[in-house]
């Protein structure tokens, strides 16, 4: 099974809050785990990712959060400015064959309040 | 540095039309990918490249074509364009020496409408 389930859809959070968002998979060959940011009318761009063998990363106010056991890993913004309003979306790669492959959750559209 | 160029930015077909998207990438990359991204729905994987002349089916192939002759140039082809086919589409590409860590860059998009 090649999905990530991403949670949730959409989240508006106040300034200075904290923006949490999930995911979970089935398929115990992914073996890294990114997370990509996009901006409207811009493709997506890799803000930080984490290896299944650590159970959290993070830099400035972006951490990921990975829990091997329970197959779920979820993003948190720190101090959430207006400037973080995009879409994110979790990803997971694996390799089949020859090839490794990039998948991607369905995406959460943050919204942050001035 | 112009990265993942993709032409063109937005375009309209009607039914039946065909059409090629285009994306060329100046980073010396092995791997080429093109994703289709519907709202709600994420990005979905139609094709990829590992190299020139080695392209495989993703998650959502059909419908599409592609052909990758140069290290640079991974063109996708509608041939016969249908309204499910609406979509912004992106490409990607990426260095991959077999290891997990290994991070994709994205062109900027086409939206494309079918009529």
């Known amino acids: 099974q090649q999905q990530v389930k991403q949670s949730p859809q959409s989240l508006i959070v106040q300034k200075g809050g904290i923006s949490i968002i999930n995911c979970a998979y089935e398929n115990t060959a992914f073996d890294y785990f990114p997370w990509y940011q996009q901006f409207p009318g811009k493709g997506p761009a890799l803000l930080i990712a984490i290896r299944p063998d650590v159970s959290e990363k993070k830099e400035g106010r972006f951490t990921i959060s990975f829990n091997k056991s329970a197959k779920q890993f979820s993003l948190h913004i720190m101090d959430s400015q207006p400037g973080d309003s995009a879409t994110y979306f979790c990803a997971a790669t694996f390799s089949s064959g020859s090839a490794r492959q990039l998948t991607f959750g369905s995406g959460t559209q943050l919204t942050v309040l001035p | 540095n112009a990265g993942v160029t993709q032409t063109p930015k937005f375009r309209i077909l009607k039914i039946g039309q065909s059409m090629t998207l285009q994306c060329a990438q100046d980073m010396n990359h092995n791997y080429m990918y093109w994703y289709r991204q519907d709202p709600g729905m994420g990005l979905k994987l139609i094709y990829y490249s590992v190299g020139a002349g080695i392209t495989d089916k993703g998650e959502v192939p059909n419908g599409y074509n592609v052909s990758r002759s140069t290290t640079e140039d991974f063109p996708l082809r509608l041939e016969l364009a249908a309204p499910s086919q609406t979509s912004v589409y992106f490409c990607?590409?990426?260095?991959?020496?077999?290891?997990?860590?290994?991070?994709?860059?994205f062109g900027q998009g086409t939206r494309l409408t079918v009529v």
């Open positions: 990607a590409s990426s260095y991959s020496t077999g290891q997990p860590n290994t991070e994709a860059f």
